[in-house]
């Protein structure tokens, strides 16, 4: 059983910077597929940012350029560096596991994660 807790949320202004951290318990974030997604108020959760088990990162659209994961194998952790934020940021972002297995990782896809932290709020001030 892996267990997900997320930290780091908060308010602050657009343009401000926050990292997010995820503690994981029960596997290591090294042997797991590693994601982040967010859900803002009224619209449906979406992918934010992923970590493969080997190493390759992936991003939306939307925070490329902006928004770096990372991985701290020794902390067990997987964080998100969230610079230049925009009021747009603003959502519950969410911290996700998916099990590795011989078939494709589809990082975008919430079905792939099968645990799931209980989220940290965002929120971007204009």
């Known amino acids: 059983q892996v267990q997900l807790v997320e930290s780091g949320g908060g308010l602050v202004q657009a343009g401000d910077s926050l990292r997010l951290s995820c503690a994981a318990s029960g596997r290591s974030v090294s042997a797991q597929h590693m994601g982040w997604f967010r859900q803002a108020p009224g619209k449906e959760r979406e992918f934010v940012s992923a970590?493969?088990?080997?190493?390759?990162?992936y991003y939306a659209d939307s925070v490329k350029g902006r928004f770096t994961i990372s991985r701290d194998n020794a902390k067990n952790t997987v964080s998100l560096s969230m610079n230049s934020l925009k009021p747009a940021d603003t959502a519950v972002y969410y911290c996700?596991?998916?099990?590795?297995?011989?078939?494709?990782?589809?990082?975008?896809?919430?079905?792939?994660?099968?645990?799931w932290g209980q989220g940290t709020q965002v929120t971007v001030s204009s």
């Open positions: 996700a596991a998916a099990y590795v297995d011989t078939t494709p990782y589809h990082p975008h896809m919430e079905s792939e994660y099968k645990y």
């Open positions: 970590i493969g088990w080997l190493g390759g990162t």
